[in-house]
């Protein structure tokens, strides 16, 4: 098992959780949307603004595929990544896919407050925020279901509960 990448929708925290457990297995620790800023020297909102979302997903494909590669490697994808071109099956193909599942209601709390830095829920009231992340991870969970681990993180991951999703999710991992 050289790479962990963990998927599943904005908000659900994956970068927090993927964090912890870089540290607790000592990997190293890649977040994809910070990699893609990098490489640019943009945010992913300028990126959606001045290129288009399908050109972030081009890009995004590009350097999953890099970070693919590394070793020793736990990855925090964004949250459309498993569900364009074959994202999926070049992660299943380079390590262990963990899909981090919670409810909508959860989500909304957690995204309504840091909209801002989201394009594709920068301009929604919570109302509309709330359906659209009810249909989006409805048309999402195909791709997110074909992980090899599905993980509850039940309510928000908050700093206190950190440590015991990633000692469970260790307990999870293939030996
Ligand atoms: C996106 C999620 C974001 C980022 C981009 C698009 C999505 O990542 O890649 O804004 O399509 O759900 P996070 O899941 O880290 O917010």
């Not at 999926?88 to 909209?115: C, H, I, N, S, W």
Request: aromatic fraction near 10%.
């Amino acid at each position: 098992m050289k790479r962990i990448f963990l998927i599943g929708y904005m908000g659900v925290g994956k970068t927090t959780l993927g964090k912890e457990l870089a540290a607790k297995i000592g990997f190293q620790f890649i977040d994809l949307d910070h990699y893609i800023q990098g490489r640019y020297q943009k945010t992913i909102n300028e990126i959606f603004a001045e290129l288009g979302e399908s050109k972030f997903r081009e890009i995004e494909h590009k350097l999953l595929k890099e970070v693919a590669e590394f070793e020793d490697a736990v990855v925090s994808t964004g949250g459309g990544t498993p569900c364009f071109y074959d994202n999926m099956d070049v992660m299943k193909q380079a390590g262990v896919t963990v899909y981090l599942k919670t409810d909508p209601e959860v989500l909304l709390k957690r995204l309504f407050a840091g909209k801002d830095k989201r394009p594709l829920i920068k301009d929604k009231s919570e109302d509309e925020l709330l359906e659209f992340i009810i249909e989006n991870v409805a048309k999402r969970e195909p791709f997110y279901n074909q992980a090899q681990i599905v993980f509850e993180t039940g309510g928000l991951v908050q700093r206190s509960d950190i440590a015991g999703h990633v000692d469970k999710l260790i307990e999870m991992l293939p030996k």
